[in-house]
Each structure stands twice: as structure tokens, then as C-alpha cells.
């Protein structure tokens, strides 16, 4: 019998009940990390300052001469709005529906997207720079690398901002990430030359603490009181319900209500790294 094939991806439909979420209680409608430096504390309302202090990190380290930048997994477009702002020309990849139409409403005709995988982008344009913001996870790093080059000008740059997995017995909670290892060798292979490198999972990991503040003071109460509820309410189908899918009730507790996906583990398990190359010409 034939795999049935998912509509809707479960990723995306995470991103926005995220957008949701941040839009309306926190009033951004950036999906990435936020950067929390110094003397800015990890709390709700510092969300939306942090992410825009993400946004002016990357917008800091576009190199000069850049004109063309090609945004991948733009998410909601905002961040490629502001780089049309700022006088850039942008194009956007954006493989899914729900966000792909965010940013339709959001772009209009500043930017064209490419709605469909980065390895299926198909055009003759060429750019200056492309960008991987919290997009290079879901791309196969031979891939990411082996497109990029055929879509950039000579002397083109790939920016890459992301979080990758550094341990090796996948001992963390945290989902994501490319194996750290196996991107730095990996990356050994094509004509690039690294012009900046920075690890900043200190600035970023507080993102985590907030969303495991939010799970465990939020999540975790609604979670406990829907149950006790069906209880009352229901006890035999809540009783068939625990049985059925005690195993998939657990590993949700485990890995998602268990408190251990805060900042430190995090920064022990993960480590989110800036980097910056140019295409050796």
C-alpha cells in the first residue's frame, strides 16, 4: 500500500501558531531567535526588542557591495521587508502554503518568492548574497551548498545563522540541527572561504527559556487541567485514551513538559553559530 501523503506540514503548522502567538501577545511578527545581550533580560516582553536586535545583527554583517540577496525560508517576510527597506533587492523561498501567503500580503511586489524547496528554485537570476536564517536545518548541507553556488554571482557570499547539534548521543530535548561535526568538515569541500565565524548561543539561548517559562507555567497547567476534566467528565473514554496512546502520551511529556528544555541545556547541548562566506572566484 502506498504512504499517504501529508497535506500539512506539521513544521509549518508549528511556525504559525508561533506567529499567532507572537503577534498577538507580544506584538512581533519575527519568527526567529531573539538576541538577547547584555542588559537586555530573557523575559516576555523583551521578545520582540531581541528579535529585532537579531534582525540589525544579521542586516550589520551584509558585506559591502551586496545588492541582490536571495532571503531562504523567509517565514512571514518580514525581516525581507526590512532588507527592501534598507535598499536591497530580495527574493524570497518559502516551501510552504500558510506562511507563503503571510508574506504574499506582507511583500506585495517587492519581492518575488519562490515557493517550493531551495534544491527546486529554478531560475536564470543570479545574487549577491544568500541567506539561511534558521532555514539551513531543514536543508541537506551538500544540497544547501550545491545550489547556492549555481544560484551566486562570482565573489557571492552564503550566510548561514543557525543552531546545530553537538551531541552526539542525542541526549537533548531540544529538537533540530545539523550534527556540528559533520557541517565543518562537510563545508571543507566547496570553494568558500569563511570571512567571519561567531557563536552566539549565549544570545540566543534565552528564546529557550522563555518558551520553557511559557510550557511549563502555560502549557503544562492546560494540559494537566484537560485531562483532570475529561475525568470527570469522560472516564471511561479518558481511561481508553490513556491506554491507546499511553507511549505517545509519555514521549509528549518527556520531551515537551519536562522542564529540561531550558537555556543551559541548550547552550550544553546545541550551539548556534553565525557564519559568513565567500565564493572563492
Known amino acids: 500500500m502506498a504512504k499517504k501523503t501529508r497535506k500539512v506540514d506539521s513544521k509549518e503548522v508549528g511556525l504559525e501558531i508561533g506567529f499567532s502567538l507572537f503577534r498577538y501577545f507580544l506584538n512581533t511578527e519575527y519568527l526567529h531567535y531573539g538576541y538577547f545581550c547584555e542588559g537586555l533580560a530573557a523575559e516576555p516582553q523583551n521578545l520582540a526588542p531581541a528579535q529585532t536586535r537579531y534582525a540589525e545583527f544579521l542586516k550589520s554583517n551584509i558585506p559591502a557591495g551586496v545588492q ?3 532571503d531562504v525560508g523567509c517565514g512571514t517576510g518580514r525581516f525581507a521587508f526590512e532588507l527592501t527597506n534598507a535598499g536591497y533587492e530580495v527574493d524570497c523561498v518559502s516551501p510552504g502554503a500558510i506562511l507563503t501567503n503571510h508574506a504574499r500580503k506582507l511583500l506585495g511586489e517587492r519581492c518575488h518568492i519562490y515557493n517550493c524547496k531551495f534544491e527546486d528554485v529554478a531560475t536564470d537570476k543570479k545574487y549577491d548574497l544568500i541567506l ?3 532555514s539551513f536545518q531543514y536543508i541537506d548541507t551538500n544540497r544547501a551548498f550545491t545550489k ?3 544560484l551566486l554571482n562570482p565573489g557571492g557570499h552564503i550566510m548561514i545563522c543557525d543552531f546545530f547539534k553537538t551531541d552526539p548521543d542525542n541526549k537533548c530535548k531540544l529538537g533540530g540541527g545539523h550534527d556540528f561535526q559533520h557541517y565543518v568538515e562537510a563545508v571543507k569541500k566547496y570553494p568558500v572561504t569563511l570571512i567571519h565565524e561567531q557563536d552566539i548561543s549565549k ?4 528564546t529557550i527559556d522563555l ?3 511559557f510550557t511549563m507555567e502555560v502549557l503544562l497547567p492546560t494540559y494537566k487541567l484537560v ?3 475529561l475525568e470527570d467528565r469522560f472516564p471511561w473514554m479518558t481511561k481508553f485514551i490513556k491506554w491507546k496512546y499511553q507511549k505517545k502520551l509519555e514521549k509528549i ?3 515537551n513538559l519536562s522542564g529540561e528544555r531550558t537555556g543551559v541545556n541548550f547552550m550544553r547541548y546545541k550551539k548556534y ?3 559568513l562566506y565567500k565564493v572563492v572566484e
Open 68 to 70: 541582490k540577496i536571495l
Open 132 to 134: 539561511f536564517s534558521e
Open 148 to 150: 547556492a553556488l549555481k
Open 203 to 206: 544570545e540566543t539561548a534565552g
Open 211 to 213: 518558551a520553557n517559562k
Open 227 to 229: 485531562f483532570l476534566l
Open 253 to 255: 511529556e518527556r520531551k
Open 273 to 275: 553559530m553565525f557564519y
